[in-house]
């Protein structure tokens, strides 16, 4: 084990501050990477906050961070993808079985056995994982991505998670050009699902509480911008959409949107808010419209995302802060006050 320096939480009122957290000496088959940037997931303060207690409750201290590019300081003896000196990039998964009908099929993060980046049973420690807000990491090789060369490092981060969550249910539900397609909520997973359904040809209807980011969600491709607080505006759009991406991380009405969808239509839920939706039958019934969910994404797909952004030009828009900035950023997400993303220059840290 060594020590790496970190920002944690130690308990669901306190605020991140400096740590020291023990990170284990790579293994054969692990690579560590000094953190470069590392993006700020609104699921990280969920966590530290403790707001998913009933799902995945808090282990204190906390050390979140799930969008992490980085440079290769060091590689185990049986590591082929990677050499130091390397970018490498970590999402919200760190390991795997390898072996169940999940993970064959690429899709680890449906494995039983997976770890979770952060707050997460660490196989390897006994104890829990630490996240990126720290200045390294040691992962297996498997679960290291490959960064696409010419893209900016701190907005490339962000696609590690709020990038493959909004692309993968896209890819899942075959959004393509001609489609109709929706957006809810413009924070950090609502820009970069404008970026992709724009990308993958689809005419883009963003709806946001904020009036202010209108100017911005065309900019960032949308053709249309819903406020989504307007009946009429809402109601001009009843029936219309083949697909709906719903990122909000707070309670709201779904049903609102459910009524946008045409017959067959799909809402995909990939925001999380901490209490339960409510979801009136009929609005689905009628219509046969379906509603779903999704978590982030396999590996494969997550390096599919990255190739694509990097062969399009994608991504996030980023305001890089120094770590110390970190608690101000979090009273800034829960007033949807991010532009479209907090981006860690992990650089910062040193000073500690
Ligand atoms: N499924 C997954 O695997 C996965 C992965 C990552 C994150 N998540 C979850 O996805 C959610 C969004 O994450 P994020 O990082 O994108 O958050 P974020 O940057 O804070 O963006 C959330 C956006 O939701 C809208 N919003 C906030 N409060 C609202 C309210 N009371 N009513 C209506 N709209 C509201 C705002 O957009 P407007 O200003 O445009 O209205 C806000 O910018 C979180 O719950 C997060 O935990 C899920
Ligand atoms: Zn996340
Ligand atoms: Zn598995």
Same mark, same amino acid.
């Given at each position: 084990?060594?020590?790496?320096?970190?920002?944690?939480?130690?308990?669901?009122?306190?605020? !991140?501050?400096?740590?020291?957290?023990?990170?284990?000496?790579?293994?054969?088959?692990?690579?560590?990477?000094?953190?470069?940037?590392?993006?700020?997931?609104?699921?990280?303060?969920?966590?530290?906050?403790?707001?998913?207690?009933?799902?995945?409750?808090?282990?204190?201290?906390?050390?979140?961070?799930?969008?992490?590019?980085?440079?290769?300081?060091?590689?185990?003896?049986?590591?082929?993808?990677?050499?130091?000196?390397?970018?490498?990039?970590?999402?919200?998964?760190?390991?795997?079985?390898?072996?169940?009908?999940?993970?064959?099929?690429?899709?680890?993060?449906?494995?039983?056995?997976?770890?979770?980046?952060?707050?997460?049973?660490?196989?390897?420690?006994?104890?829990?994982?630490?996240?990126?807000?720290?200045?390294?990491?040691?992962?297996?090789?498997?679960?290291?991505?490959?960064?696409?060369?010419?893209?900016?490092?701190?907005?490339?981060?962000?696609?590690?998670?709020?990038?493959?969550?909004?692309?993968?249910?896209?890819?899942?539900?075959?959004?393509?050009?001609?489609?109709?397609?929706?957006?809810?909520?413009?924070?950090?997973?609502?820009?970069?699902?404008?970026?992709?359904?724009?990308?993958?040809?689809?005419?883009?209807?963003?709806?946001?509480?904020?009036?202010?980011?209108?100017?911005?969600?065309?900019?960032?491709?949308?053709?249309?911008?819903?406020?989504?607080?307007?009946?009429?505006?809402?109601?001009?759009?009843?029936?219309?959409?083949?697909?709906?991406?719903?990122?909000?991380?707070?309670?709201?009405?779904?049903?609102?949107?459910?009524?946008?969808?045409?017959?067959?239509?799909?809402?995909?839920?990939?925001?999380?808010?901490?209490?339960?939706?409510?979801?009136?039958?009929?609005?689905? !019934?009628?219509?046969?419209?379906?509603?779903?969910?999704?978590?982030?994404?396999?590996?494969?797909?997550?390096?599919?995302?990255?190739?694509?952004?990097?062969?399009?030009?994608?991504?996030?828009?980023?305001?890089?802060?120094?770590?110390?900035?970190?608690?101000?950023?979090?009273?800034?997400?829960?007033?949807?006050?991010?532009?479209?993303?907090?981006?860690?220059?992990?650089?910062?840290?040193?000073?500690?």
């Amino acid at each position: 084990m060594y020590n790496a320096k970190a920002y944690s939480a130690a308990s669901a009122t306190s605020p !991140l501050k400096s740590s020291t957290i023990a990170r284990r000496e790579p293994t054969e088959h692990d690579v560590q990477m000094e953190i470069l940037f590392c993006g700020i997931c609104h699921s990280d303060l969920h966590q530290v906050r403790n707001e998913w207690s009933g799902v995945m409750p808090t282990v204190y201290p906390c050390v979140p961070g799930h969008e992490i590019v980085g440079r290769v300081t060091k590689v185990g003896s049986a590591v082929r993808k990677y050499k130091v000196g390397d970018l490498g990039a970590v999402g919200c998964l760190v390991d795997s079985d390898g072996t169940c009908p999940e993970c064959k099929a690429g899709l680890e993060q449906f494995c039983p056995n997976l770890t979770l980046t952060y707050n997460f049973p660490d196989k390897h420690t006994g104890g829990v994982t630490y996240g990126g807000y720290s200045d390294s990491i040691v992962v297996d090789e498997r679960f290291v991505l490959r960064v696409p060369t010419g893209l900016d490092l701190a907005g490339t981060a962000p696609l590690l998670c709020a990038g493959i969550t909004t692309y993968s249910p896209m890819r899942h539900w075959g959004v393509t050009k001609g489609q109709k397609v929706g957006v809810v909520g413009l924070g950090g997973l609502g820009h970069m699902g404008v970026k992709f359904a724009h990308a993958l040809g689809a005419h883009t209807v963003v709806f946001t509480t904020s009036p202010g980011k209108k100017e911005d969600a065309l900019r960032l491709g949308a053709d249309e911008v819903v406020i989504s607080k307007n009946a009429d505006e809402m109601a001009k759009h009843a029936g219309s959409f083949h697909f709906i991406l719903d990122a909000v991380s707070a309670d709201h009405d779904i049903n609102a949107y459910i009524q946008l969808l045409r017959r067959d239509g799909n809402i995909t839920l990939v925001g999380a808010p901490e209490k339960p939706l409510a979801v009136s039958a009929f609005g689905l !019934l009628f219509g046969r419209k379906s509603l779903s969910g999704s978590p982030i994404g396999g590996i494969p797909e997550t390096q599919e995302m990255l190739d694509f952004c990097g062969k399009n030009g994608i991504t996030a828009d980023v305001e890089v802060i120094p770590i110390q900035k970190v608690n101000e950023a979090y009273e800034r997400l829960l007033k949807a006050d991010v532009k479209y993303r907090f981006s860690i220059d992990m650089a910062s840290l040193k000073a500690e």
